[in-house]
């Protein structure tokens, strides 16, 4: 066993994350205490959660995202796209990438050195409330909007969905969106990270799907703390929606190693 891990930091938005080239199997078992410590911002490297890239048979790579916490979580949209930009990085040299993830297959293509459009799942289906959406994108989102979302205490309003009595044995991801002249503003409390982070991909794909009126085709864009975002789809029915890009940059921080038992 080698004493220290190779890893990448990429970011994509602001949602930053380790990534480790796992095709040869060889960290299959990162223990849930290693994957914290290495995601720790003080303790370790820093990030809002960790990824493999795995060897998936019948596609050109699968991805096993981990949040912050240290638990395997549900898809990452960010992640995803950072994701496909190591695979180029390894070698997978393709315009369009098809990959396995928790929720299932995605494609993805890429445009330039770091810009990423990764396909979500369709969605079939949104609960609503008299103030909120909830929806999964490959994750689950509480979705509000308000009218001033910088006023937005994101970590205590968010806190408080995600622990309440519905929430707090699964999680849920807590979204707050504010209409702008052009599109959506989006801050997001993430499930996994417990916290406020900059961009959450899966939330601001589930909150421009909230925007749709009577419209078939949109293209809706979205500013998050950490940078600008497009998420595209088409609109089959009342509440189902279909052909969802998630489009922005995924970029390369740096990379180095880190002691395995540290
Ligand atoms: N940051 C992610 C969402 C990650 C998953 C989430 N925290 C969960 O497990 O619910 C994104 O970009 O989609």
Same mark, same amino acid.
């Given at each position: ?6 890893? $990448?930091?990429?970011?994509?938005? !602001?949602?930053?994350? *380790?990534?480790? @080239?796992?095709?040869?199997?060889? /960290? ?30 019948? $596609?050109?790579? !699968?991805?096993? /995202? ?17 994701? *496909? ?40 289906? +949104? ?15 509480? *979705?509000?909007?308000?009218? @001033? ?5 994101? /970590? ?6 995600? $622990?309440? @009595? ?13 209409? =702008? ?7 997001? $409390?993430?499930?996994? +990270? ?16 909230? =925007? ?5 085709? /949109?293209? *809706? ?9 497009? +998420?595209?789809? =088409? ?20 990379? !180095? ?6």
């Amino acid at each position: 066993m080698m004493s220290a891990i190779h890893f $990448y930091k990429y970011q994509g938005t !602001g949602n930053d994350f *380790v990534i480790i @080239d796992n095709r040869h199997g060889v /960290y299959n078992d990162l223990t849930e205490e290693q994957v914290r410590k290495f995601c720790d911002r003080r303790f370790g490297i820093g990030a809002d959660g960790l990824m493999l890239l795995n060897q998936q048979e019948g $596609y050109d790579f !699968g991805m096993k /995202y981990y949040n912050a916490d240290g638990k395997e979580g549900s898809m990452c949209g960010n992640g995803g796209r950072c994701l *496909v930009a190591f695979a180029r990085k390894m070698g997978v040299i393709k315009e369009h990438m098809h990959f396995l993830a928790v929720d299932g297959p995605h494609e993805a293509t890429l445009k330039g050195g770091d810009w990423v459009n990764l396909k979500m799942q369709d969605v079939n289906g +949104v609960e609503m409330g008299s103030l909120y959406y909830y929806l999964n994108t490959g994750s689950p989102h509480f *979705v509000k909007f308000t009218e @001033d979302v910088q006023a937005v205490d994101v /970590y205590e309003e968010g806190r408080q969905i995600r $622990y309440n @009595d519905r929430f707090a044995k699964e999680g849920t991801n807590v979204n707050f969106v504010q209409n =702008t002249d052009n599109g959506i503003f989006v801050r997001t $409390y993430e499930r996994g +990270v417990e916290d406020e982070t900059y961009s959450c991909g899966t939330g601001v794909t589930a909150a421009a799907l909230m =925007t749709a009126t009577e419209e078939k085709d /949109y293209v *809706v864009p979205v500013q998050t703390l950490g940078g600008a975002l497009e +998420v595209r789809f =088409t609109k089959t029915g009342e509440r189902s929606y279909t052909n969802i890009w998630l489009c922005g940059p995924a970029t390369l921080v740096y990379e !180095g190693d880190i002691k395995k038992g540290h």
